[in-house]
């Protein structure tokens, strides 16, 4: 009888970091080949020190130049399959709570106003309407299994179904969480975010999605198209919040 041999990744970091990888990969897997979702998640093999092996799946494609309707639908598979995942107290999985998200803002809003001093008005108004939603922040409860890097380098197809990779960012944290994080990922589409709302007008989902443009900014983009797009979209949420 012939038996499939299955290729392996080996990916390399701080021993802590794969642990919470492994983990989350782990209880993804399990879950998608438990409940026959539209999602395939590489099997996580082991954890040994510094190094973490995992199935190396051939043959996906990457959705970086499809149109905007095939990768929405990608998008919507993985944010669907993830708030269907029940975590629990013991699952050994890093926490990411609203409540670290608010006390940072401040040092977002620095630091951008250090790197784009001409944006500074942008850049208080944004933080203004922001804070006008951190009390409603403060009460979410941090209970959804999150990706955490929901973007067109780690979901591709494969037969008709959504591969999700790279659990290195996954956290336990509330349900706007990895929502916001998707609805400024794939910033060279037009209109992809509007399509992915599809008509959500959630002001706390916006409100973090504003908090998610201020964090991107941080990070001082080389890439010009891209930092002005960012700001662009900061501009026009930050009307609407």
């Given at each position: 009888?012939?038996?499939?041999?299955?290729?392996?990744?080996?990916?390399?970091?701080?021993?802590?970091?794969?642990?919470?990888?492994?983990?989350?990969?782990?209880?993804?897997?399990?879950?998608?080949?438990?409940?026959?979702?539209?999602?395939?998640?590489?099997?996580?093999?082991?954890?040994?020190?510094?190094?973490?092996?995992?199935?190396?799946?051939?043959?996906?494609k990457s959705l970086?130049?499809?149109?905007?309707?095939?990768?929405?639908?990608?998008?919507?598979?993985?944010?669907?399959?993830?708030?269907?995942?029940?975590?629990?107290?013991?699952?050994?999985?890093?926490?990411?709570?609203?409540?670290?998200?608010?006390?940072?803002?401040?040092?977002?809003?620095?630091?951008?106003?250090?790197?784009?001093?001409?944006?500074?008005?942008?850049?208080?108004?944004?933080?203004?309407?922001?804070?006008?939603?951190?009390?409603?922040?403060?009460?979410?409860?941090?209970?959804?299994?999150?990706?955490?890097?929901?973007n067109i380098g780690?979901?591709?197809?494969?037969?008709?179904?959504?591969?999700?990779?790279?659990?290195?960012?996954?956290?336990?944290?509330?349900?706007?969480?990895?929502?916001?994080?998707?609805?400024?990922?794939?910033?060279?589409?037009?209109?992809?975010?509007?399509?992915?709302?599809?008509?959500?007008?959630?002001?706390?989902?916006?409100?973090?999605?504003?908090?998610?443009?201020?964090?991107?900014?941080?990070n001082r983009l080389?890439?010009?198209?891209?930092?002005?797009?960012?700001?662009?979209?900061?501009?026009?949420?930050?009307?609407?919040?």
């Amino acid at each position: 009888m012939n038996k499939k041999i299955k290729t392996v990744f080996v990916k390399s970091g701080k021993a802590r970091n794969l642990e919470n990888e492994f983990c989350s990969q782990k209880l993804a897997y399990e879950t998608a080949k438990r409940s026959g979702s539209k999602i395939i998640v590489p099997e996580p093999i082991a954890r040994i020190g510094t190094e973490l092996t995992m199935e190396n799946l051939s043959g996906i494609k990457s959705l970086k130049n499809v149109s905007v309707a095939p990768q929405v639908v990608h998008y919507n598979n993985c944010i669907n399959f993830l708030e269907k995942i029940k975590v629990n107290e013991k699952v050994g999985i890093q926490k990411t709570n609203s409540h670290y998200q608010a006390i940072s803002l401040p040092y977002f809003l620095l630091k951008n106003i250090i790197s784009y001093p001409e944006h500074l008005p942008l850049f208080l108004l944004s933080a203004f309407k922001i804070m006008k939603y951190t009390p409603k922040w403060l009460r979410l409860k941090s209970d959804s299994f999150c990706q955490g890097d929901i973007n067109i380098g780690n979901v591709y197809e494969f037969k008709g179904k959504t591969v999700l990779l790279d659990w290195g960012e996954a956290t336990i944290s509330h349900k706007y969480f990895d929502r916001a994080i998707a609805l400024n990922s794939t910033w060279y589409k037009k209109d992809f975010r509007k399509k992915l709302l599809a008509g959500n007008k959630d002001k706390i989902l916006q409100s973090f999605v504003a908090f998610n443009l201020m964090q991107r900014l941080t990070n001082r983009l080389k890439n010009q198209k891209q930092a002005g797009h960012y700001l662009n979209s900061l501009k026009e949420i930050s009307k609407n919040i």
